[in-house]
């Protein structure tokens, strides 16, 4: 097992990984002083794989559980399912020391979150990240949040996990397409923060695609020391936490234009890497070398990473990513590349760089 401790004075918390870890569930919460009742709360995929496994194993260590089961999907991120939890946990009278488990990928994580983040004002909730983008991004540091009709994860809180528990065991049921998804995150990392990493994942890329245990534990726990490096030092994204945003800002816009539909988040971001890595040559004197190997790792991980979209489509993008809630002054600002490993926030590109940038891209109009 692996640990890794995010910082954060009396909210510090341990993530622990590997394999078949899910065991370990019971014994640490009760070894954090949890209180004896708690709602796990999953969805409808994730449930008939874990799901009865978690309550025996909670209940086991003495904890009263009650599981609330909601449809996958991003449209369950939603004041409606917010709404159906607080109604269920208080049916089953959870109180102030109770505690909620999150149990699935991000979009369980962030729902979870966010009812433990306000139901009386607050309980404590402890994260069980099934999907590899809920372990190495989405369950670590602490933002919790739902959709609007308005507008993707408008309503929210930071509000941090107890522990974050990743059991390598659950990734054996995630779909390829999903996997691949999160490796979209995982590269993201060593773009950011750790060129060493990114060449790691240039020599390993095949063996996390298989799977192995061995590499994708030593992936993770790579992933989530940098979140939490990077989280420890600015948890409210005031600065520094904005890198985690590479490839966000076209790949949002991207998502919003498509409804939500065509691309998975990650594979969005893909493209949005793709662009960044761009806009970085031209902007921040990256190597063109440089953006080639990201390129590339990419593609080996089976992501998108070029689009057909039509000149209508390219300007629902600019206006989208004008929407975006990072973009302050009606300006579109960019996380870049200077180097691999080596990322500057706040960077303002010219509406005419980023559409050039999109043209380049092979995107047919
Ligand atoms: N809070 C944050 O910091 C943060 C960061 C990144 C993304 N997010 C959010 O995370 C969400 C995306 O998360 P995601 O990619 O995990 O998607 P997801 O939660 O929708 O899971 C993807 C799919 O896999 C299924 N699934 C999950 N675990 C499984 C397993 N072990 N076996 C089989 N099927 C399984 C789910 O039911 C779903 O159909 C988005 O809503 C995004 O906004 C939040
Ligand atoms: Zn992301």
Do not use: W
């Amino acid at each position: 097992m692996q640990r890794v401790k995010v910082e954060l004075g009396s909210r510090s918390y341990d993530i622990l990984i590997g394999r078949d870890l899910l065991a370990e569930l019971g014994p640490r919460c009760r070894k954090l002083g949890l209180g004896s009742r708690c709602a796990i709360i999953t969805d409808s995929n994730v449930a008939p794989h874990y799901g009865e496994e978690t309550q025996r194993l909670l209940e086991a260590s003495g904890f009263q559980t009650t599981i609330i089961t909601i449809p996958p999907g991003e449209k369950s991120k939603s004041l409606k399912y917010v709404g159906a939890c607080y109604d269920t946990m208080a049916k089953h009278r959870l109180e102030r020391k109770s505690f909620v488990v999150a149990l699935g990928g991000g979009v369980v994580g962030d729902l979870a979150g966010f009812v433990a983040a306000s139901y009386l004002r607050g309980i404590p909730f402890v994260q069980v990240p099934t999907t590899l983008l809920a372990q190495v991004d989405s369950s670590v540091g602490g933002k919790t949040g739902i959709n609007l009709k308005a507008g993707k994860n408008l309503v929210g809180a930071f509000y941090q996990p107890k522990l974050v528990l990743c059991d390598l065991a659950t990734l054996d049921t995630l779909p390829e397409r999903e996997l691949r998804a999160g490796l979209s995150e995982v590269i993201k990392y060593g773009i950011i923060y750790d060129a060493l990493f990114f060449r790691r994942l240039e020599e390993q890329l095949e063996g996390a695609l298989k799977r192995d245990p061995a590499i994708l534990a030593k992936i993770i726990a790579r992933c989530c020391a940098i979140k939490a490096e990077v989280v420890s030092q600015d948890e409210t994204e005031t600065g520094l936490r904005a890198i985690l945003n590479f490839g966000h800002t076209i790949g949002h816009a991207l998502e919003a234009i498509s409804g939500y539909g065509k691309y998975l988040h990650g594979e969005a971001i893909a493209l949005g890497q793709v662009c960044a890595a761009r806009l970085s040559q031209k902007i921040l004197g990256l190597p063109s070398a440089d953006a080639e190997r990201i390129r590339a790792l990419l593609e080996r991980a089976g992501l998108p990473i070029e689009a057909h979209l039509t000149a209508a489509q390219k300007q629902k993008i600019l206006a989208a990513m004008k929407l975006d809630k990072k973009v302050s002054a009606g300006e579109i600002k960019f996380v870049l590349a200077r180097q691999l490993g080596k990322d500057e926030h706040g960077q303002k590109v010219p509406e005419s760089e980023v559409l050039a940038v999109l043209e380049k891209i092979q995107f047919n109009s």
